[in-house]
């Protein structure tokens, strides 16, 4: 149904546009045939895990694609930062953006090393190398990069900086799988680079990650850790942790690798759309993908100009949420105002203007293969309408810290998952509520 007016608006009380939630992050399933197959031969042969068959084809698999010698697939992205970490020998402090996933600052800290939060360049959103080599101190052995969103980050100016301090320099490459920088698969940057592989992203593997890598004693010592530090029977050579992959994982990883280039099609073709349907709305911009790199255009990141707009990016998730679009506001707050950063470091945030600037900005909204053209077309038509009358909706919807989501789409977090039946619109009360879950938005 298409929306024309504000009262249209399921947030005052229209008729959701959809009946079904759309989430961010749905997975790309590949071909379940093939992979029914691969399921009923792991069964078959009863090799469930320890470096089984479809993990080495899958690494073999990886490390073409990446255009590097080794890759280590594992149970998930955070463990394979946390064991790349400490195979490199990280110990102080390490540099890192705010702007980007929990995990990796989590992954530091976990080892106690204090992640050191570096503000990004606004209009990339990736780390800003001039502040890096500012907050160099005694104490710091290395840099992670975070290739944000499949673009990738300076990897030339932040080795120059490395190698001028003799730092170490990883990158977290959680989005970046298939993607490139100035002809160079990324994967072959720094000591390593680190996959993910989850359920969200647009290759995976239930859950899993890999590290990449060139260096060729590294990927050994990586290899060892991930499996506690056994080197064969009965001989264990140093201190290790179980990041192993599991067959059925790349059974589903390799049965997307097929898929791939139909997956980045979509991503590619969806993204185009979103471009073209979002053009001309003024306030609204859609980040960009730099054409002259390879890309997997796995999100669709809005950034919205409240100046322009008269309303804000929290009120525009409001008002997809209550039409059943789950549009999330990552990377909010930036990892330094969570704990527990926030209590080690209060004032970190006076580093990161452009950080704090750009959390209260961003909103990514649903792609992938479970989205369809028309979807896309309905979702844009909720941001156009809202956008156009921005003014009168946000006098509408009332200004404040809250948030203000439909109670029922924060309640529990099964229900964050397709109703069976269609929701009935919130009464008036609960959609400005402050949400009984905030974690689930942010
Ligand atoms: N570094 C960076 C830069 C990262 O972005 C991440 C992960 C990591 C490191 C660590 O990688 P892993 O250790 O996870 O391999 C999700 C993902 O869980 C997380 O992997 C991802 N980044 C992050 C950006 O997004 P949440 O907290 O937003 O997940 P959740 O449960 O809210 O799911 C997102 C949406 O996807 C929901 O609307 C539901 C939908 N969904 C989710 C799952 C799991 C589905 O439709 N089906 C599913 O199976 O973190």
Not at 179 to 187: L, P, T, V
Not at 245 to 250: D, G, N, R
Request: proline fraction near 5%.
């Amino acid at each position: 149904m298409k929306k024309n007016t504000l009262n249209d608006l399921a947030v005052l009380g229209g008729i959701p546009s959809f009946e079904e939630k759309i989430h961010v992050g749905r997975p790309n399933i590949g071909s379940r045939e093939r992979l029914m197959e691969r399921i009923g031969n792991l069964l078959d042969t009863r090799w469930l895990s320890n470096s089984g068959p479809y993990v080495e084809e899958f690494e073999a698999r990886i490390a073409e694609k990446a255009g590097v010698r080794h890759a280590v697939a594992m149970c998930n992205a955070t463990v394979a930062l946390q064991i790349a970490i400490r195979a490199c020998g990280l110990t102080g402090e390490v540099i890192v953006p705010s702007f980007t996933f929990i995990a990796t600052a989590h992954a530091l800290e976990w080892q106690q090393i204090t992640p050191v939060f570096c503000d990004i360049d606004p209009q990339t959103h990736q780390i800003d190398p001039n502040q890096v080599e500012r907050l160099i101190t005694p104490r710091t052995s290395g840099i992670i990069g975070v290739h944000l969103w499949g673009r990738t980050c300076d990897v030339d100016a932040l080795a120059a900086v490395a190698r001028r301090h003799h730092l170490k320099l990883l990158f977290d490459a959680a989005h970046a799988f298939g993607c490139s920088s100035k002809g160079r698969s990324i994967g072959q940057f720094g000591e390593a680079e680190v996959f993910s592989f989850h359920a969200t992203k647009f290759l995976n593997t239930f859950e899993g990650g890999a590290v990449v890598t060139n260096d060729a004693a590294l990927a050994d010592k990586i290899r060892l850790m991930q499996n506690f530090g056994f080197r064969s029977y009965d001989d264990v050579v140093c201190s290790g942790t179980n990041g192993k992959m599991s067959e059925i994982a790349a059974a589903m990883g390799l049965t997307g690798l097929e898929s791939l280039e139909e997956f980045i099609g979509v991503n590619y073709r969806n993204y185009q759309q979103y471009r073209r349907e979002l053009e001309g709305v003024a306030g609204v911009r859609l980040l960009n993908y730099d054409a002259a790199d390879e890309s997997n255009y796995q999100y669709i990141v809005l950034e919205i100009d409240e100046a322009v707009t008269r309303i804000s990016r929290d009120q525009l998730a409001a008002v997809l949420w209550a039409e059943n679009v789950l549009a999330r506001r990552y990377f909010y707050p930036g990892c330094h105002r969570m704990e527990p950063y926030r209590s080690l470091f209060p004032d970190a945030g006076q580093n990161l203007p452009h950080t704090e600037h750009l959390v209260r900005r961003v909103l990514i909204l649903p792609t992938g293969t479970a989205v369809e053209p028309e979807q896309i077309r309905r979702i844009c038509g909720i941001v156009r309408l809202a956008v156009c009358q921005g003014e009168a909706l946000s006098r509408l919807l009332g200004h404040g810290e809250a948030v203000p989501v439909p109670r029922d789409a924060l309640d529990s977090a099964a229900e964050m998952w397709p109703a069976e039946e269609p929701e009935p619109a919130p009464a008036p009360e609960a959609r400005l509520a402050l949400p009984a879950r905030p974690a689930l938005i942010g």
